[in-house]
Structure formats: structure tokens, C-alpha cells
């Protein structure tokens, strides 16, 4: 960590940033009414619930991938997924999944070239905020649907 | 840029990041009808014109600032700016100006504790993530718009 006042940003620093975009994802899926998290959308679009699953196949899979080596395959499909309480749970454990892989990725990892899930080539930096860019999109987008909804969704810029 | 391969990301790879980012956010000005570019939302909401001013009050004052000391004024309204062409312009002079002062901009800087318009404490990386965010944010709202308006909008992740 002697190293760190000389960083953009440190690996722990963009961990913090991530997982406080992953708790305000958290709070956008707590609040959605549970029939509209997964059956409602605007245009024809898919329900959050159906990106949240992306979001679910990418993060966690991707950091442990990134950080043992192993090329796992892309899964952006949950089967038996129909409750809000069993979509928050498998994003709490992802939370955990991310932070267990996270810790065992060195700093000189992220300036490398790497191809996730066998399939996207980049730095192991840009493939992270791949994965943090498209859930900021997504879940945007969700944003969009509570209000077509009425509800007021969470501050942006709320990360606590 | 001796120190570059031991940063997790350095100034010139995080500019070009954002301006990718930018290139896709222009386009998607580009793909909206003229009058709905200004009139048309989902729900109530802004329309993308004045999400897109929002944008420019932001990202090149917030570096001018960053770079020069001088805490500027927020302003996220424009006055008679009711042409996507006018929108375009001062999108792309804004590529420019964030171009010429992130270039003063020194590393170590980006460590440093800031208040952004005197209003917005942090450091000077969590604010132009910040910046970055909420362009994301704003944006994927858009494809929102132009799909309920049966418009397909660019591939999120084409940046070029």
C-alpha cells in the first residue's frame, strides 16, 4: 500500500465505488412491487428482474474468473428465480463473492490483457467497469420503470 | 509515465474511457427526431435535451475547475438551444475543452480531496466517476425514450 498515494485509484478504493452502485441496485430491486420486478417493462423491454440476472451473471462470475484464472461461461439466466426475496439473496451473495475474489486479484493484474468468459478481450481494469457501466445502465433503465410505476426510486447519488 | 504500469488505471486510459463513453452519448443525441430530442420523455420525466444540458453544465466546467483551482458556478440550463445541431455543437466543443484541461490535470491530483462547484465534497477520481456515472445514467434513460419511441438505439458497448 506504499504505493497508493501515487494511484488514480487503488483496488480497494474501486471495490468501495462498486459495491456502493451494488447496494443502491439493491435498493432500486427492494423497490419494485414483486409481480413488476418481473413482468413489467416499458416498450417491450425486459423486466428488471431479467437484467438484474445479467447483472448476477456477470459481476460476481467475472471477478472470480478474473482473479483464479478459470474461464467460466457467460450466464445471464436464473431458473426457478420468481421471488424479489430470492433475487436479493443471490445479490447479497454475490456482494460476498465479489469481495472473497476481489481481495485475491494484485494490483499489477489490472493493467493485463485478459478475454472474460473466453469471449470479451480488454485490461482486467476495463473489463470492471464494463461490468459496473452496464449495471449503472441497467439499472437506469429500472429507474425509468418505477416512475412509469409512480414510485419514487432511490437518489442517484445515494451509495451508502 | 514510469509509474504507468503499476497504476490500475491512469489519467490518458480514463479520458479516453470517458470520451468513449462520450462518442456513444453523442450518438445517441444523434438518434433522436429532432422535436422529440426536446419534447419527447417517458413518464414525466426531463426530456433527454435537458438531461444532455445537465451533461454539459457538468463535465467540462467540472474539469476546467479541477484543472485550473477556480470554483465555478453550476449552470445546467442553456438558453435558446432548441436544435439537435446546436446541442451537437456544444457537445463536441465540450469534448474539447475536457480534452485541453484534463491534460493539466497532474496524477497526483486525482488523490486529492475537492469540492466541485463549492458544493460537492470528494476526491478528485470519485468526482469525474461521478461525472462519468451520471452520464451512463442519463443516457441509458434515452434508449428508454427512443425505444418506446421505436427507435434502436447504438450498442452500449461500441465507444469507438
Same mark, same amino acid.
Request: hydrophobic share 40%; proline share 3%; net charge negative.
Given at each position: 500500500?506504499?504505493?497508493?498515494?501515487?494511484?488514480?485509484i487503488?483496488a480497494?478504493?474501486? +471495490?468501495?465505488?462498486?459495491?456502493?452502485?451494488?447496494?443502491l =441496485?439493491?435498493?432500486v430491486?427492494? !423497490?419494485?412491487p414483486?409481480? *413488476?420486478? &418481473?413482468?413489467?417493462?416499458?416498450?417491450g423491454?425486459?423486466?428488471?428482474?431479467?437484467?438484474?440476472?445479467?447483472?448476477?451473471?456477470i459481476?460476481?462470475?467475472?471477478?472470480?474468473?478474473i482473479?483464479?484464472?478459470n474461464?467460466?461461461?457467460?450466464?445471464?439466466?436464473?431458473?426457478?428465480?420468481?421471488?424479489?426475496e430470492? +433475487?436479493?439473496?443471490?445479490?447479497?451473495?454475490?456482494?460476498? =463473492?465479489?469481495?472473497?475474489?476481489? !481481495?485475491?486479484?494484485?494490483? *499489477?493484474? &489490472?493493467?493485463?490483457?485478459?478475454?472474460?468468459?473466453?469471449?470479451?478481450?480488454?485490461?482486467?481494469?476495463?473489463?470492471?467497469?464494463?461490468?459496473?457501466?452496464?449495471?449503472?445502465?441497467?439499472?437506469?433503465?429500472?429507474?425509468?420503470?418505477l416512475?412509469?410505476?409512480?414510485?419514487?426510486?432511490?437518489f442517484f447519488?445515494?451509495?451508502?
Amino acid at each position: 500500500m506504499n504505493t497508493a498515494t501515487a494511484q488514480l485509484i487503488n483496488a480497494t478504493d474501486l +471495490l468501495k465505488h462498486w459495491q456502493g452502485h451494488r447496494a443502491l =441496485t439493491r435498493r432500486v430491486i427492494e !423497490a419494485f412491487p414483486e409481480k *413488476e420486478l &418481473f413482468e413489467y417493462s416499458v416498450s417491450g423491454m425486459r423486466s428488471f428482474s431479467g437484467m438484474v440476472m445479467e447483472l448476477l451473471g456477470i459481476g460476481a462470475p467475472g471477478i472470480k474468473e478474473i482473479a483464479t484464472g478459470n474461464i467460466g461461461t457467460l450466464n445471464e439466466h436464473f431458473e426457478g428465480i420468481n421471488k424479489k426475496e430470492q +433475487l436479493l439473496q443471490l445479490w447479497d451473495e454475490s456482494t460476498e =463473492t465479489i469481495n472473497t475474489y476481489w !481481495a485475491q486479484i494484485p494490483e *499489477e493484474k &489490472f493493467a493485463e490483457e485478459i478475454t472474460v468468459f473466453g469471449l470479451y478481450k480488454g485490461t482486467t481494469w476495463s473489463s470492471i467497469f464494463y461490468f459496473i457501466d452496464n449495471e449503472i445502465h441497467h439499472r437506469a433503465q429500472a429507474y425509468v420503470y418505477l416512475r412509469s410505476l409512480g414510485i419514487t426510486p432511490p437518489f442517484f447519488w445515494d451509495r451508502a
